[in-house]
Structure formats: C-alpha cells, structure tokens
C-alpha cells in the first residue's frame, strides 16, 4: 500500500479524527487526505465521516489494502481479483528488479503446480507469491518452501484446524478414513548464480473458502474443515510467520520437525533419480529427506513422496 495512504488509515483506525487534522499530522493537501479515504472507500473499507472527522469502521475481508493494513511484515501488496498465475505475476516484478512484494490473487486462472501441473484455483483462494532477494547460496533456496509449510500450518491450527506437512511442500489433513486431504501447494522458482540467489518466488496455494468440489479430488479446504475464515487475518499470520522463518533459516527444520506427518513413516519417494522406499529418519537443513531403506540411508533432495501404510 502507498505509504501516505497507510498513515491515513493508521490515523482513523482509533477514532474520528477531523481531515484537516490529518492532513496537518501527516504533512500533505486536506484535498490529498480526501483523495486517500476515497480510495480506501472504493477499496472496501468503511469509513465514516461525521462533524467529529473520519473514523474507521471496517476493515474488508480481503484485498491488497486491507492485508497490508497493519501486516506485521515488511512486504508491499499487489492484489488482483483473477490473473492467470501469481508465480508468472512475481516473476515479471523480480524482472523489473522488484522485492519484497506479495502478489495476491482471489481466483487464478492458470495456477501452476510443480513440474507444470495444474492448480486448481477457483474464487474464494488464497492465492499468493512471495518475491524475495535473500542473501543465501541458492542450495538453501528449498529451506524456504519448507518456511512456507511451516507458516502455512501454524495459520490453519490457530483457525482450530489439525493440519500436518508431508515432504516437502504439501500441507495436509487426514481425514476420517485416515486419508491425506491436501489443503495447500508450495511452488518455489528462483534464478541465481554459483553462490548467491538473485531473486525468489515463494508461491503458496491455500484452498481457503473454496468448496473441496469445486477443487480436485483428494483436495480439502478451510471451509470443508471447520467453516469460512477472515482471508485477511489468515494471510497475514502467513506472511508473517514465513517472514519471521525466512529471516532466521536455522529455525525452519526444527519447526518443520515439529508440525511433519512423514517422519516415523514408511514413504515412497519418486525422484528425478529413480524410486526411494523405506523409513523417513529425518529432515536436514536446506530440506533433505532423509530415508531408512534396506540398502542403507539415502538423502532426498527433490521428489514427489507417497505415505504408506506401515507392513
Ligand atoms: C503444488 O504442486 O502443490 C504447488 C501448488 C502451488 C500453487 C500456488 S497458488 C499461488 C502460486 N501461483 C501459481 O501458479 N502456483 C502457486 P504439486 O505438488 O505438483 O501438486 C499439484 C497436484 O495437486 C495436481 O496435479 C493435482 O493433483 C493437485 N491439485 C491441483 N489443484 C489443487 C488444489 N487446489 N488443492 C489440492 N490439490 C490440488
């Protein structure tokens, strides 16, 4: 959001105070300060504007203004009510030499799985890409999808959901028969060189308030487990946590151990290499995962994982 429109809604958020004494606090035009409410007006949010000055009522449920309204993490907002792909939007800004910037998105169009799946991305998502510049070798790149995972399943158990990872972008809740239910996607793209990343896009798909049917099988969704959520209060406490892991990489494995439905289970890993079968021991910095097979432990870095039942 425009700084000078921030600071307007800053001002309003705790009573009504008169335009002129806002337009003095913040050093600019009574005529600018009627051009911000307005925008915000059309934005979604309610401000009322009687004989005391302008107050804020209510915050919209979602929407690139409001999730940067009092976003506890130093990221700018661009919203879109459809595009085809937040990732696709991320990277043309990473091209412009953008940073720190969230696409947000309320329906894609051309949602993008990894290895150019589809993603099912219908009105009611949370669709999102995070661009970044981090100063990391690109092998720690993957430590941020798991970040993702992390702050992504923190935000669904504080909405009273019990959710769970499974190795190494999938967050997940199991059904009553016992079967995963996927509940969001990570898709994380980079460019770099030898030792440094030049940028990062974080993409998460967050099935949201969105019915499971009008997703694909297997999937799930915040509604279909415990009703509709504040799109806004949610992304937030993503973005958030994900910044909070992401400017401490040390602290992403042991979280990620924390909140793992694969280790202790027999898995399946598909990888660029061949078929990996046997226990998950553990997961080691960037994202490796490690697995117990009969020929020995084998380290996984990348791959498609199947939990199986146990024999
Ligand atoms: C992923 O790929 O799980 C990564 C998904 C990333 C989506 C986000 S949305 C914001 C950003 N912009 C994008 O264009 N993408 C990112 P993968 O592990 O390959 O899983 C893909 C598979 O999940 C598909 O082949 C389907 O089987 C299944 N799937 C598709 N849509 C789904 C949905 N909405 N919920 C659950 N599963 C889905």
């Known amino acids: 959001m425009q700084d000078t429109r921030r600071r307007v ?3 309003i958020a705790d009573g ?3 335009g002129p004494e806002i337009a003095d606090r913040l050093d600019v035009s009574r005529a600018a300060v009627w051009k911000h409410i307005e925008a915000l007006r059309e934005a979604g949010f309610s401000i009322e504007g009687g004989d005391a000055g302008y107050e804020l009522v209510t915050v919209p449920e979602f929407g690139g203004e409001a999730v940067a309204f009092g976003l506890d993490a130093p990221f700018e907002v661009e919203y879109h009510d459809s595009i085809p792909s937040t990732n696709d939007r991320a990277r043309e800004l990473a091209a412009e030499g953008r940073e720190n910037v969230v696409v947000l998105a309320d329906e894609q169009t051309g949602g993008r799985g ?3 799946r589809e993603w099912a991305a ?3 998502g949370i669709w999102l890409s995070i661009l970044l510049r981090p100063t990391v070798p690109p092998a720690d ?3 941020f999808t798991l970040a993702a995972a992390v702050a992504t399943t923190r935000a669904a158990r504080e909405a009273g959901i019990d959710a769970t990872i499974k190795w190494p972008n999938d967050v997940l809740v199991t059904d009553g028969d016992g079967r995963d239910r996927k509940l969001t996607g ?4 980079m460019e770099g060189e030898a030792d440094r990343v030049s940028w990062i896009v974080v993409g998460i798909g967050i099935n949201a308030n969105v019915d499971a049917g009008d997703l694909v099988e297997g999937a799930t969704s915040l509604r279909e487990e415990n009703g509709d959520v504040n799109r806004r209060v949610f992304t937030q406490r993503v973005l958030e946590e994900f910044h909070d892991l992401g400017s401490d990489l040390d602290s992403v494995v042991p979280a990620w151990r924390d909140l793992a ?3 202790g289970r027999r898995v399946r890993v598909d990888t660029p290499g061949g078929e990996v079968v046997g226990e998950a021991v553990d997961v080691e910095f960037p994202g490796a995962l490690v697995v117990e097979t009969d020929d020995g432990r084998v380290r996984v870095s990348a791959g498609d994982c199947e939990h ?3 024999i």
Not at 186 to 189: G, R
């Open 186 to 189: 990570i898709l994380t793209e």
């Open 114 to 116: 990894r290895l150019d």
């Open 16 to 18: 009504p105070v008169p």
């Open 141 to 143: 790149a993957p430590a």
């Open 261 to 263: 439905d694969t280790l």
């Open 9 to 11: 809604l800053d001002a």
């Open 122 to 124: 219908p009105s009611g």
């Open 308 to 310: 199986l039942r146990p």
